[in-house]
């Protein structure tokens, strides 16, 4: 009799101690991810399947974009008309030009050379009254015309050999950055074929299947994030006197029995409609009630941990 007694006791001091204790059942939650097409196009190809895990710049799936083909054709004309163009206003004149306009040159001044010198005899014949006013009139006007003809040309063969106006190889240069642009913004929309994971995370769900058309903006795959698993616990305000941000503890997974040592991030009211992650929380109507989100030291050894599952917390 005595020795029930003694047993009795003992249950009831253990109750008493372990009731001063506070235990929170929360659950595993990981950063959702949700990876969305650019530009519209049909899937030819996707590379994974739902429940696998993928890297950052893993290729998801491949669409199909023939508009965007038939883009980079043409901006890639355009591209090669463009810097033709400006490369023959910087350099002028073709080889052939220039020979053409300095055998006219030669030609020009040779007229000039020799009006020159006529003009020359004739004012000195004409000083001397050897010749009419009218003859040494008429050889002077040739004389003007072949030393116009001259600057004509000079000029002519100068503005070849320089190039064109400056004003026209700023506009030649314009066009072909422009049309650089386009070709970049074409070979852009291209690369927007491959549908690339974003970050480490685990595909949960594939919305499209291949042959389905998909609209820019409307997400693909919908997944998880690796490495970015937190345990969530909901508390009334009752039980906050003890907790506090950047406080160290340790969390248990219930199904593997696992302990991963962790710190509180951040302690938040939720708004009256929120989700409550503790199953059957204790309290009272009027109390607020608090989102503790505990951030794991480690959480590289938390990715593998499955989500939605419950967790403890002992305080």
Known sequence: MRQIIIIITALVLVGCENSSDLILQGKVERETL???SKIPGRITEIKVAEGQSVQKGDTLAIIDI??????????EGAVTSAKAQYSMSVKGATDGQLKQLQAKYNALKEQYEFAHKSITRLNNMLV?????QQEYDEAYAKFQGATSQLQAVTAELEEAKRGARL?????ALGQQERALGALLEAETAHQERFIIAPQNMSIDVITLNEGELALPGYTLFKGTI????????TLPENDLKNLKPEQNVVVTVVYNNQEYPGKISTIKPLGAYANIATAYPDYEMQQALFELKVIPNNVTNAKDIFVHTTVLLKL
Not at 128 to 132: A, E, M, V
Not at 226 to 233: A, D, G, I, L, Q
Request: glycine share 4%; proline share 6%; aromatic share 10%.
């Open 226 to 233: 690796t490495e970015s698993t937190y345990f969530r616990f």
């Open 128 to 132: 001397d009254s050897l010749i009419p």
């Open 167 to 171: 004003e026209q190889q700023t506009m």
């Open 66 to 75: 023939p508009e965007v083909t038939a883009k980079m054709l043409q901006a």
């Open 34 to 36: 949700g990876v969305a």
